[in-house]
């Protein structure tokens, strides 16, 4: 980790780093040691967002020093009401995700789709997304709305037997020692009762 002699040094070098990156430029404090020369050519697209992740994993350090510096210097009732900022922000992540993933289980028993969910939560902030927002919601509702059809169709298909088909006969008192699943499907393959 680095160490820091003033915050403002950091704070400064910090800026001077997220300029330097808006430029387009590479920022880095250490050299790195060139590359084997068998190791194929990455492209620049690669490159960039190695650099970029680099330098954002550097950023959250260098924060993290300026915050424990600034903790160090707080006095004890202001570090109580940072931590129990930190803790409010905390409970209020963890019931979002309790929130999100109830939604999610109560949408699968209602046997809606679960990308519902991030939908409902997230709504568009503008009105260009509102237009791809929509397509999602008609998208899924589409799917939900074709699934259930076919499954509607499936269950409602002809229960009544083909004219001149095979039928089966059973007596009224071996039909009533059936099941009720057993009854439904002897009736629903055309079955007749005899007395």
Known sequence: ????????SVVYRRNEMA????QGEAVDPQPKAPAPATDPVPSSDDKSKAEIA??????AEMQ??????????MTEQERSQAERAELEA??????????NFEMGRRLVKKNLPTELADLVQNPPKDEDELDEYLTKIEGLFKAHASSELENFRKANARTTPEPGGNTKVM???DFKKLTPSERTKFMSEGGKLKD
């Open 171 to 173: 007596l009224r008192e």
């Open 19 to 22: 300029e330097e990156m808006k």
């Open 90 to 99: 905390l409970k209020a992540e963890t019931m979002k995700a309790k929130l």
């Open 1 to 8: 980790m680095y160490e820091i002699a003033d915050t403002k």
């Open 64 to 73: 993290k020093a300026i915050d424990a510096e600034k903790k160090a210097k």
């Open 54 to 59: 680099g330098l954002n994993r550097k950023i």
